[in-house]
């Protein structure tokens, strides 16, 4: 009986800690399918992409009086905008916009909001705000970006092509030849090609395009920085 009510009490905790397991898992998943509401990066110092969570009319997407950009330290000092362009012609849901009064300094907190952008389908995007770092870096920016897209293809168990993404070390490295898949300030390079919005690694890593963009920024705009 006294061992009867010890397993009962087991199978209880283990079922508990299922559960958990499964509340958490299903936060993450729930997480992942929402769609993101607004991402910010500054690509280069004249440089902001937002991008929204879903397709954007044009008119109001590239009107640059909807979006406010501003140090989060000090939200009166705001960048002038001189354009918003919607760049994304896969799903229309990155904008460009150039910093008129740049250029931003660099590995600075800052801050985006944005009102009244529209979707497609004519509904209003409401007012979003997104936070990001000026500049991208590896290890600030990109070592994430490559291990939640990349890593599980091209890590140690599975690297795809000899080629591994899970390091800056391995990214510079060699794959199917001997030409470097990382060229520093090299928009022609192997990793940024086959990265582009439409390309197959862009699809099989399920790369947003601002998420190309960046990676591209990154190796030609920062030089592959650390
Ligand atoms: C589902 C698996 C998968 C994912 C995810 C994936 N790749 Fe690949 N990748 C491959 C395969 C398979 C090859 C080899 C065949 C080819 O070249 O198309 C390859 C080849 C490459 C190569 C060429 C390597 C060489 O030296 O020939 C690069 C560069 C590359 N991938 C980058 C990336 C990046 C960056 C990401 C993330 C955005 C990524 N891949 C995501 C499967 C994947």
């Known amino acids: 009986m006294k061992r009867q009510r010890a397993r009962l009490r087991r199978a209880v905790a283990i079922l508990a800690l ?24 500054s690509v280069n110092a004249f440089v902001v992409e937002v991008e929204f ?11 640059p009086a909807r979006y406010d950009l501003h140090p989060s330290a000090s939200p009166g000092s705001r960048a ?3 354009s918003a362009t919607v760049v994304d ?4 849901r990155v904008v460009q916009l150039l910093i008129a009064s740049g250029p931003l300094p660099d590995r600075e907190a800052w801050e985006i909001t944005t009102s009244g ?20 870096g590896y290890a600030s920016d990109m070592r994430m970006l490559f ?17 591994r993404t899970d390091s800056l070390a391995y990214l510079r490295g060699v ?3 001997a030409t470097p898949n990382l060229i520093a300030g090299d928009p022609g390079c192997r990793l940024v090609r086959r990265t582009l919005p439409g390309k197959t690694m862009f699809d099989q890593g399920g790369l947003s395009v601002l998420e190309s963009d960046m990676i591209r920024d990154w190796v030609v705009e920062y030089s592959a920085r650390p």
């Not at 012609?89 to 229309?92: A, D, K, S, V, W």
């Not at 291990?147 to 080629?163: P, T, V």
Request: hydrophobic residues 35%.
């Open 18 to 41: 299922l559960v958990a397991g499964i509340a958490t898992g299903g936060c993450n998943a729930a997480r992942i399918l929402l769609p993101n509401p607004l991402r910010a990066a």
């Open 53 to 63: 969570g879903e397709p954007l009319e044009r008119a109001s997407a590239e009107d």
């Open 80 to 82: 002038v905008i001189y």
């Open 89 to 92: 012609t896969l799903y229309g």
């Open 117 to 136: 952008v529209r979707t497609d389908q004519g509904r209003s995007t409401g007012t979003r705000t997104a936070s990001f770092v000026t500049g991208l």
């Open 147 to 163: 291990a939640e897209h990349c890593d599980r293809c091209h890590g140690a168990a599975l690297a795809e092509g000899h080629y």
């Open 175 to 177: 794959g199917t030849d």
